[in-house]
């Protein structure tokens, strides 16, 4: 049996490893990337000098109001995340600690992710055209959309871009403005069909579009709970899962009718 000072001094032996391995762990590269709310673009303005939404072959409105996507800013594919940065992370609401895979494809080099999110944002941009001119029941073969929006990419603006291109063309479908003058932010990617899906980082996107003036927030209806979890005041969520669906409680909104606007 170790006397009470053999015991104390193995103890304090066995504890030297412990403390140098909890040091190594808290230095040590994690598989995460630590998110936090991005810009937010009007598209039905200019950004650089440039309308981002140009239409030819149909008439085209003035519009009022803004239609703002929203985006997060991540740590870089190559940055390393240690512990500290993942503990001060998790406690704060206007961060979010994400798998690393989920916001970065693996195996692939920073110049080849990005050239994949542009991509994306290209065939988020396509798909939006189509969407916005199927719902109105025009030609595209006749009327030609072109989206400006370089340097930010991945799909989630697709829902934003169909629907300025709505406001742009049709309005409230009475002469007004779809936005009712408001300013309306949202995310969620588009299909051609006018079908909304999920997308990421919401519960920062929502802090985007309140620090930007939002008051109205489209958000895909699947992610209602996320989206309400750290949800900015005086910010109201409006769920959605069709293009349809978002042009129909805008209108509402518009018409005082909010009794016709679901709600998360």
Sequence with gaps: MLSSLSRSRALALCALPVAALFA???????????????????????VSGREVITITGAPVRATE????????????????????????????????VLPHDSVYPSG????????????????SQDAASLAALGYLKKDPEKVKVTLHLADIGGPSAGLLFSLGIV????????????????????????????????????SLKTQAAARDGASVFLVPKAECSEAE???????????????SDAVASLRALGQGQESKVPTC
Excluded: C
């Design 229 to 243: 979890s750290e949800l900015p005041k005086g910010l109201r969520l409006v769920p959605v899962s069709a293009l």
């Design 108 to 123: 692939k080099s920073d110049a080849e992710i990005e050239k994949h999110n542009l991509g994306q944002m290209k065939e």
């Design 65 to 96: 109001g803004q239609l703002r996507m929203t985006t997060i800013v991540a740590t870089g594919p190559s940055t390393d995340v240690d512990l500290a940065d993942v503990a001060d992370a998790w406690f704060r609401t206007d961060r979010a």
């Design 167 to 202: 406001d742009k063309l049709d309005g409230n479908g009475d002469g007004g403005d779809l936005t009712g003058g408001r300013i309306v932010a949202g995310t969620g990617t588009i299909d051609p069909d006018g079908s909304v899906g999920a997308v990421g980082g919401v």
């Design 24 to 46: 190594v762990v808290g230095l040590a590269p994690l598989p995460y990337a630590i998110a936090q709310p991005g810009t937010t673009a009007d598209v039905l303005g200019k």
